[in-house]
């Protein structure tokens, strides 16, 4: 029997075990008590920990050696200590972003009453307000840039109809932990599985909005431009809005200095049509990845070069 023959039973039974109700409750109870150790550092020391964490693990995965290509493909005109410097951004980024998930409450701290005050600055105000009250369906589009978490919180706060998508741990006891959670600050999700589709439609025919991100490989999607090279995107955004002809929203978060954010939405696309007068897929998912590439290129630390974006 072969080496590779004797590793698949193996990984076959570990993933069984794994994969268990007494191994679902042995790690619901340790991240339980993570995440309790964590709010009791406090967001300022816990996102200390967490960057010297992520930073130490770094070089120790084979998704650093991915971004650094991926970046060196992006930005070839960079030089190498300009393309480690990304890096470091990228993994100190999503320490801190993995903390602020426990903080969230208290680090969205905007109030549409006094937009000026508290850690998140709000640009597109009017885009806000103006999707809140008109009745009608649309879909706001954002990417993993800074903080993605707090985008559907702050839409939140302005009271604005929102369903997120968003994928589920495998592990149900967790999944449940952060849908009551989540559902809590940022209100109506849906689980990006089989079906997900449906409800999505039911909540944009009701004249609710979708919130997705769409900057990752979706294998069944067109194949677009994105930083000179194709890639297979995420064609829904542009699906759903040919079919309910609704306005489309990019919506993205910018990490700033001493634990502040920007979140800007931006006016609507002008998404292109085809003959007929209705939007084209292909075409408009170009202009959603136009958009994200945009985004990347002004803050390009602040993007998960680590997902395996061009397969």
């Known amino acids: 029997m072969s080496g590779?023959?004797?590793?698949?039973?193996?990984?076959?039974?570990?993933?069984?075990?794994?994969?268990?109700?007494?191994?679902?409750?042995?790690?619901?109870?340790?991240?339980?008590?993570?995440?309790?150790?964590?709010?009791?550092?406090g967001l300022p020391r816990a996102g200390r920990w967490a960057e010297r964490i992520t930073r130490f693990i770094a070089p120790l995965v084979p998704e650093s050696k991915l971004a650094l290509a991926n970046i060196g493909a992006a930005f070839p005109e960079k030089s190498e200590a300009e393309r480690k410097a990304i890096l470091d951004g990228v993994w100190r980024g999503l320490g801190h972003t993995a903390v602020e998930y426990v903080f969230l409450d208290q680090l969205v701290d905007f109030d549409p009453e006094r937009p000026g005050e508290g850690r998140i600055d709000v640009k597109g105000i009017e885009y806000f307000e103006s999707l809140r009250d008109d009745g009608k369906?649309?879909?706001?589009?954002?990417?993993?840039?800074?903080?993605?978490?707090?985008?559907?919180?702050?839409?939140?706060?302005f009271g604005l109809p929102l369903v997120s998508l968003f994928r589920a741990p495998r592990n149900n006891r967790i999944a449940e932990d952060l849908l009551d959670e989540r559902a809590r600050l940022m209100g109506r999700l849906v689980s990006s599985s089989r079906g997900a589709t449906f409800e999505v439609g039911a909540s944009l025919d009701r004249g609710e909005h979708l919130g997705i991100l769409t900057d990752q490989h979706h294998s069944a999607g067109p194949r677009v431009p994105f930083f000179g090279r194709p890639v297979a995107a995420n064609p829904l955004v542009a699906r759903l809005a040919r079919h309910y002809d609704c306005p489309v929203h990019g919506a993205r978060s910018i990490r700033l200095p001493n634990g502040?954010?920007?979140?800007?939405?931006?006016?609507?696309?002008?998404?292109p049509r085809d003959l007929e007068g209705l939007i084209d897929v292909t075409a408009g998912t170009a202009a959603v990845m136009a958009v994200v590439e945009g985004w990347v290129r002004e803050h390009p630390d602040q993007w998960l070069w680590l997902h395996n974006r061009w397969r």
């Not at 706001?140 to 559907?152: M, V």
């Open 4 to 41: 590779g023959s004797r590793k698949r039973p193996f990984k076959a039974f570990f993933r069984k075990v794994s994969r268990s109700r007494p191994a679902n409750a042995a790690i619901a109870f340790s991240v339980r008590n993570v995440i309790a150790g964590i709010r009791r550092l």
């Open 137 to 157: 369906p649309a879909i706001i589009f954002s990417a993993h840039l800074a903080n993605w978490e707090i985008l559907a919180v702050v839409a939140a706060k």
């Open 260 to 271: 502040r954010f920007r979140v800007e939405l931006t006016p609507p696309l002008d998404m």
